[in-house]
């Protein structure tokens, strides 16, 4: 068995919950600050998710509700909570399939990077079922940039905990060691 086999055996479901938390925060967090200075740099402070949970909670057509511009404090709280739970089951997900990744993967940062598209494309899926008409008003640029934020943001937090050697050598390779 090597080291690394052994390291990601010993973690305990106290760690798993620990890294869960983290991705869920560090992923969701990275996208809502993202849309936040967007909506702020467009003057419309808060607009996507009030926009989306016009859309997922009071069935509103997106292209209306983005000529209106009007911001509604209640979508926004239950687009916020929906926001949460998405990204807390999207945190246990990625930070059970990166306990698997380092048992079974020779190769675990092509695992990682597999996994995150299917991470992005699996939540572009979920826009269009979901919210129809939101992606065209977001702009799929942005939804890509936000999703790579989350991603990257989710994966230098697993390198850290699951390869602090790596993480060294990538410090000591940008000077900030």
Same mark, same amino acid.
């Given at each position: 068995?090597?080291?690394?086999?052994?390291?990601?055996?010993?973690?305990?479901?106290?760690?798993?919950?620990?890294?869960?938390?983290?991705?869920?925060?560090?992923?969701?967090?990275?996208?809502?600050?993202?849309?936040?200075?967007?909506?702020?740099?467009?003057?419309?402070?808060?607009?996507?998710?009030?926009?989306?949970?016009?859309?997922?909670?009071?069935?509103?057509?997106?292209?209306?509700?983005?000529?209106?511009?009007?911001?509604?404090?209640?979508?926004?709280?239950?687009?916020? &909570?929906?926001? +949460? =739970? $998405?990204? *807390?089951?999207?945190?246990?997900?990625?930070?059970?399939?990166?306990? @698997? /990744?380092?048992?079974?993967?020779?190769?675990p940062?092509?695992?990682?990077?597999?996994l995150?598209?299917?991470v992005?494309?699996?939540?572009?899926?979920?826009?269009?079922?979901?919210?129809?008409?939101?992606?065209?008003?977001?702009?799929?640029?942005?939804?890509?940039? &936000?999703?790579? +934020? =989350? $991603?990257? *943001?989710?994966?230098?937090?697993?390198?850290?905990?699951?390869?602090? @050697? /790596?993480?060294?050598?990538?410090?000591?390779?940008?000077?900030?060691?």
């Amino acid at each position: 068995m090597s080291n690394l086999e052994t390291k990601a055996r010993e973690r305990s479901t106290a760690d798993l919950l620990y890294e869960s938390i983290y991705c869920a925060a560090i992923g969701g967090s990275a996208i809502a600050l993202f849309f936040l200075v967007v909506d702020a740099w467009n003057g419309r402070l808060l607009f996507t998710p009030s926009l989306m949970g016009g859309v997922l909670f009071a069935g509103a057509d997106a292209a209306a509700l983005d000529a209106a511009s009007e911001v509604n404090v209640q979508w926004v709280a239950w687009m916020t &909570a929906v926001h +949460l =739970a $998405a990204f *807390g089951v999207i945190g246990t997900g990625v930070t059970l399939l990166a306990h @698997e /990744i380092e048992l079974h993967v020779r190769r675990p940062f092509i695992a990682f990077f597999v996994l995150f598209v299917v991470v992005a494309e699996s939540s572009i899926i979920a826009g269009y079922t979901f919210l129809p008409g939101v992606m065209e008003v977001m702009g799929w640029g942005k939804v890509l940039v &936000a999703n790579m +934020l =989350a $991603a990257a *943001g989710i994966t230098a937090f697993l390198s850290h905990s699951h390869s602090p @050697e /790596i993480w060294q050598q990538l410090k000591e390779t940008a000077h900030l060691a």
